[in-house]
């Protein structure tokens, strides 16, 4: 069970504010239809405080979030990687050119995967997306076919 | 071509924990007007597998 011990080490970069270990790496900055990320000096727990503030919107569409990597109780997760992670490296243009200095990457699950490719396309995502790209739905959809819609994703 | 983009000329942006707060704010009326685009949101990132879960039963299978 190897890739089980390397993954719960990882953190996923697009995660969800209830999930334990959650914190802020980012800032989503840009505009409506062309969001880039902000990437903080150092990454931050989310607080309810901090939630709080994002309020009326989700934070996910306010914060890039970091937090453990779910492993098999993520639809985009299978034989040890991260599809999610190698469709947008796969689909979706690079926005940025060179890698942003991020406080996650060291033990990002998207970076130890795909390496820089990842890092340049991660500043387009925005984990709760109004108006995303046809590239970044395909991206976005798990092989398992699951709605990507906001009420499909049920926290623990 | 995601492996053949047009060349990107903008470095990625990187704010300190001291301007967090006024930046949230911007970051806030930013998904604000994202709200207003006609397309249904959709989530890049986690989604939860029900059946990956401890203590679920899976599909077909008895506990």
Request: aromatic share 4%; charged share 15%.
């Amino acid at each position: 069970m190897a890739n089980t011990k390397i993954n719960a080490a990882l953190l996923c970069p697009s995660a969800q504010p209830e999930m334990a270990g959650a914190a802020v790496f980012g800032l989503v900055q840009g505009t409506g239809t062309s969001p880039r990320v902000a990437y903080l000096d150092r990454a931050v727990p989310l607080t309810p405080e901090l939630i709080a503030i994002a309020t009326p919107v989700k934070p996910t569409e306010v914060f890039r979030i970091g937090a453990p990597c779910a492993g098999s109780c993520c639809q985009h997760f299978g034989q040890g990687r991260c599809g999610l992670a190698g469709r947008i490296v796969q689909l979706a243009p690079a926005v940025v050119m060179n890698a942003p200095p991020c406080a996650l990457r060291p033990n990002c699950m998207w970076w130890r995967q795909e390496g820089v490719n990842a890092c340049l396309r991660c500043p387009q995502i925005v984990t709760h997306m109004h108006g995303a790209s046809a590239e970044l739905v395909e991206a976005a959809t798990p092989l398992t076919g699951a709605k990507l819609t906001d009420d499909s994703n049920h926290p623990l | 071509m995601a492996n053949d983009p047009k060349a990107p000329t903008t470095p990625a942006a990187q704010i300190t924990f001291e301007q967090f707060t006024e930046t949230t704010l911007r970051a806030v009326l930013r998904a604000v007007e994202a709200q207003k685009l006609p397309h249904r949101p959709i989530i890049i990132g986690i989604i939860w597998n029900p059946e990956g879960m401890p203590g679920i039963p899976q599909a077909g299978k008895k506990e």
